[in-house]
């Protein structure tokens, strides 16, 4: 595994990245007596080192609260041995990280993030401030240790517990002129030092990821909260005045949804909105779960130029968020060899949460001769990278296949019986010696996926241009059908008598790749837009964007607003007026209807927001600085 990776994934399960403090009425002086009634708050709990592993034994716990004059902290610190300075002195002390410690870092600055200031507090009661300039282009990082803060503190040691308390009382002047107001936010990270130079270990709240303390673009957040016996933020959004669309619950009605943590936390009637961080008005627009997009290419970046399939792949946070699609699932471009480098290149970094289909073909999409290689169809091998990535990867596809013989179905069929994963598909050329009927009649298993389902060559209608029975046959045994739009395989004349006679599509998805992004397809709310307007109604529409792909790729975590959920969420607007659609052919249908994003969430983040509803007008923000919150907001990112 290598070092980003682990890092990425210590980063997920580090602490969280807030730390709130609570308004308290006046002032006290420090005791260091974690049973007053002042502490009686919640706090943040840290065992960790400075890369986020695991320190046992070194638990510590660290409480805030404030007040218009002074910010206070305590430290509870469970400690093995105590490494003390011999000669304890009340004036500053010059060194004191040699020996055990309690540090802040804290600055007010969002976008200067390279100043702060440090203050230390040892368990017998000596102390040292710094004003910290990280950045300064003469590296002399510290401005100025003479400078004093004027703290006030105080450290007891139960030995018999094998605990020390530090509470430090900030004057907030000592930290910035600002004036702090409720809801402010100032960086942050908290620190212990513990033993001596044999077997000292250095405990961060924040991970930094380095030798060095000074770190500041790994620093965590202070909020600053009301009175604690006040209404506490229940919900760090609510999605305000929507009618909720969640095929799965069955919700078709004007609800509120309460987010926290990420997951979706409450969907009510109504929800107070005294009980949320971040209110945000989508009244007279839809509430539905992200889009789950069944078939897209997305393994971008890989480096193999002059290749056409890989170079038909797009960035997937270029296209996806902005139209409400929270879930991407690559149909195919990577095989089993190729995907562990997709992985790295696309999965791991993207916003956008992305699935894949693992080609039978272990070279995968890697052009048009390599997928007729049939000795690179290797069942077992494709079977086994899903095992490995079983939940990422979520099914196996064929594709573009030219000859005669069902080898690439029949052996993405055996890979996916294998790994217990459903099989999508693309069924190349439609040769009559392995006729389309056999395909979703014989060969395909209940739960397998057919893609392009109103391409030209299906044989969708008889003579008088009724359905053929053998395609709600295939439905019936169980065969999904899946839209796959794509830049060659969505024909009115197919899917309107189709919608008609009821023969509607399983699942909604774009085939979005370079050719298909800016032609007829266009992006998925417009494919979902033409089946509106050929006369399928919104909500199933939306469940068959969200709920039923869910459950045909078996991530039924996915694609509905239970509470407990995720809080991948598209909001919506219903636009009426005059609107074209145009089909792969170059034929138009005229719409009245068109589905267009208005807000995107990704586990509880905004991360697109077309009209600014999130945002505040600018005229009522006075001198203003960044509006990046990291509660709430992925489109603007914390200042680095
Ligand atoms: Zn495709």
Not at 129 to 141: P, R
Not at 587 to 610: H, I, P, W
Request: hydrophobic share 40%.
């Amino acid at each position: 595994m290598n070092r980003l990776l682990t890092i990425a994934m210590l980063a997920a399960t580090a602490p969280a990245q807030m730390l709130t403090t609570w308004r308290a009425e006046s002032d006290w002086k420090p005791a260091a007596d974690p049973s007053a009634a002042v502490w009686k708050v919640e706090g943040v709990r840290t065992s960790h080192d400075r890369y986020g592993r695991l320190v046992p034994g070194a638990d510590t716990e660290i409480r805030s609260r404030w007040t218009g004059g002074h910010l206070y902290f305590l430290f509870s610190a469970r400690y093995q041995n105590l490494h003390l300075k011999p000669d304890p002195t009340r004036e500053e002390t010059w060194g004191l990280w040699d020996y055990d410690v309690a540090e802040i870092f804290i600055g007010w600055e969002l976008d200067r993030i390279g100043r702060y200031k440090e203050f230390e507090v040892s368990p017998q009661n000596e102390f040292v401030d710094l004003d910290v300039d990280y950045f300064k282009a003469d590296k002399s990082y510290m401005v100025d240790w003479k400078w004093n803060g004027g703290i006030e503190y105080q450290s007891r040691i139960d030995r018999d517990a094998k605990m020390w308390y530090s509470e430090i009382r900030i004057p907030w002047k000592a930290i910035d002129q600002r004036v702090p107001k409720l809801n402010n936010e100032l960086r942050l990270n908290l620190y212990r030092i513990e033993g001596g130079p044999a077997n000292r270990k250095f405990l961060a709240w924040r991970p930094v990821y380095g030798p060095s303390f000074h770190a500041p673009q790994a620093f965590g957040r202070l909020r600053l909260a009301g009175a604690p016996g006040a209404a506490r933020k229940k919900y760090d959004v609510i999605l305000k005045g929507g009618t909720v669309l969640d095929p799965k619950n069955a919700i078709q009605q004007r609800r509120d949804v309460g987010i926290h943590g990420g997951a979706v936390a409450a969907v009510e009637p109504s929800i107070d909105p005294a009980l949320g961080y971040k209110v945000i008005d989508v009244t007279g627009l839809y509430v539905t779960p992200g889009f789950i997009d069944l078939h897209v290419h997305v393994a971008n970046g890989s480096g193999l130029l002059g290749s056409l399939p890989i170079d038909q792949n797009v960035y997937a946070d270029s296209h996806t968020l902005r139209s409400g699609v929270t879930t991407a699932v690559d149909a195919g471009t990577s095989g089993w060899r190729s995907f562990p480098e997709f992985k790295r290149r696309a999965i791991d970094v993207a916003v956008t949460r992305i699935l894949a289909l693992l080609n039978i073909v272990g070279a995968g999409q890697a052009g048009p001769e390599p997928e007729q290689n049939v000795a690179d169809m290797d069942p077992a091998a494709a079977a086994k990278v899903v095992e490995q990535f079983k939940g990422t990867i979520v099914g196996i596809k064929t594709a573009h296949y030219r000859g005669p013989e069902w080898v690439a179905v029949e052996r993405a069929v055996e890979a996916g019986r294998a790994a217990s994963v459903p099989v999508m598909v693309d069924f190349g050329l439609f040769h009559p010696a392995r006729p389309f009927q056999q395909l979703v009649g014989e060969k395909l298993r209940p739960g397998d996926m057919y893609t392009h389902t109103y391409v030209a060559s299906v044989p969708m209608l008889d003579d008088q241009g009724r359905v053929m029975p053998y395609l709600f046959e295939a439905r019936k045994r169980g065969v999904k059908f899946d839209a796959g739009h794509g830049g060659g395989s969505f024909a009115f004349r197919q899917a309107a008598p189709a919608i008609q006679q009821g023969f509607y599509p399983d699942s909604i998805s774009t085939d979005l790749h370079t050719g298909s992004m800016n032609g007829p397809m266009n992006n998925m709310l417009n494919v979902a837009s033409k089946f509106l307007n050929l006369g399928m109604s919104l909500p199933d529409l939306i469940a068959r964007m969200t709920w039923n792909p869910a459950r045909q790729i078996q991530r039924e975590d996915l694609g509905h607003l239970s509470p407990g959920a995720l809080a991948d969420i598209a909001v919506i607007r219903l636009e009426e007026g005059n609107f074209g659609f145009v089909d792969v052919l170059g034929a138009r249908m005229q719409g009245n209807r068109r589905l267009s994003c208005e807000l995107t969430m990704r586990e509880g983040k905004v991360v697109f927001d077309l009209n600014g509803i999130t945002r505040s007008d600018f005229r009522g923000l006075g001198q203003y600085t960044s509006q990046a919150d990291p509660v709430w907001d992925r489109v603007l990112s914390p200042p680095r």
